[in-house]
């Protein structure tokens, strides 16, 4: 399949699982994978480092249009920023918590969006495609993407997920603070001005409440019409 893969869409709610799906999808489809929201996530961690406030939408912006970012090959779900290695470091509670509104900015986005589209250009000509993962990849990055999947999720599986996974790792969690972060997290991304969280017209819609990681990769293969998804493990 290598090589056919073109540029695949997913977008959704927050913890609705698209970051497994897709990591697993270009893994079967042997090619690069992108966490749209990890570069959010590390303009945040800059503006955190350096004492900007989050509603200074112009040093926002300014930091967003002086960093590079590329997905990382070292540290899975990773990112290098201006050269430096990033991970954990982008999924901390206080990124958690601020990120959505560094997302809201206008000069931000439109910055993530031009790095986005060029690491998508050079994939597809290196790799022949790419699975990005994001809440505007559909109906915003790549308005022609191949194929387009829309991701939700009920919150408390949501929350619930997110809880698994925080204590499997040894970190502290609370249910309930879990919930309510990504709940308002899906308000401030659903309700924002510029390019909110939305089903592109022509995504597939799949609701991953009761389904495993596998079996949403095995539907979206299906709809692809891969050699791969008829030959799954
Ligand atoms: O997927 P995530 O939780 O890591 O995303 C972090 C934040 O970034 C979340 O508030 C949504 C936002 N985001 C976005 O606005 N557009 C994207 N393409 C990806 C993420």
């Given at each position: 399949m290598s090589g056919k893969a073109g540029a695949i869409a997913?977008?959704?709610q927050a913890a609705a699982g698209k970051t497994a799906v897709g990591r697993e999808l270009a893994l079967r489809l042997g090619c690069p994978f992108l966490d749209t929201g990890i570069m959010y996530r590390a303009v945040t961690w800059l503006a955190i480092k350096e004492g900007v406030a989050m509603e200074d939408e112009r040093r926002l912006s300014q930091l967003a249009s002086s960093s590079t970012m590329q997905p990382s090959d070292q540290e899975a779900n990773g990112l290098v920023l201006n050269g430096i290695t990033l991970g954990t470091e982008?999924?901390?509670a206080e990124v958690d918590q601020h990120v959505s509104l560094v997302a809201r900015v206008s000069g931000v986005r439109q910055e993530m969006v031009r790095q986005q589209r060029d690491i998508s250009a050079r994939a597809?000509?290196?790799s022949g495609g790419i699975v990005m993962v994001g809440r505007d990849i559909g109906t915003v990055v790549l308005p022609d993407a191949d194929l387009k999947v829309?991701?939700?999720?009920s919150p408390q599986v949501r929350a619930q997920r997110r809880y698994d996974e925080l204590v499997s790792q040894g970190h502290p969690a609370d249910?309930?603070?879990?919930?309510d972060n990504a709940m308002s997290r899906d308000r401030i991304d659903s309700q924002r001005a510029d390019s909110p969280l939305a089903q592109a017209a022509d995504a597939l819609l799949v609701d991953t409440s009761d389904l495993t990681i596998d079996q949403v990769v095995e539907k979206i293969l299906e709809r692809l019409g891969s050699?791969?998804?008829?030959t799954v493990r």
């Open positions: 997913i977008d959704g982008l999924r901390t597809r000509q290196e829309f991701m939700v999720a249910y309930r603070q879990i919930l050699p791969v998804g008829r």
